[in-house]
């Protein structure tokens, strides 16, 4: 009989939270008029397109990045993402939220797709991430959903 750890319950729970949170935003997306989804909050926070903009680039050139260099050097430092500044700088309001929300959900898949194959004792490699310390591929994984978390309550998800 196979025993199954807490670590890989925790683990599961952790990629299945991670793998919804496309479809959770699609949700939304449809919910949504054109200009609601470009109408910034009152509090200065993104709007729905610069949120899902956000999502998307932090997790192609954030989330991706990271999990292949914590699998791929010793200890490597990782880059903080600067998402007000970089959100900024390429104008998210003016992009097409549901390109953004696909790309997302593919970068998403991707990632974890690399994470659901590894063996358990890979998830304890770990770098340093700037302006966290150190990280462990497990702990960047409970960062991300903390920040999905973030986000889809700011987009006023449960």
Do not use: W
């Not at 919910?31 to 903009?53: M, P, Q, T, W, Y």
Request: aromatic letters at 4%.
């Amino acid at each position: 009989m196979l025993r199954v750890t807490n670590m890989e319950i925790e683990i599961r729970a952790l990629l299945e939270f991670l793998e919804q949170t496309p479809a959770s935003l699609g949700r939304q997306l449809e919910s949504l008029s054109d200009s609601e989804r470009r109408l910034r909050k009152a509090d200065g926070n993104f709007s729905f397109v610069e949120d899902v903009c956000h999502l998307r680039d932090l997790e192609i050139e954030g989330y991706a990045q990271r999990i292949a260099r914590i699998l791929n050097e010793d200890q490597p430092v990782l880059a903080d993402f600067d998402g007000g500044l970089i959100a900024a700088q390429r104008n998210y309001n003016s992009e097409d939220a549901g390109l953004a929300l696909e790309a997302f959900a593919i970068a998403r898949q991707k990632n974890l797709e690399c994470v659901r194959a590894l063996p358990a004792e890979q998830l304890e490699r770990a770098g340093v991430l700037e302006g966290v310390g150190r990280v462990t591929l497990k702990r960047l994984l409970t960062l991300m959903k903390e920040h999905d978390e973030g986000h889809l309550q700011m987009m006023g998800q449960p």
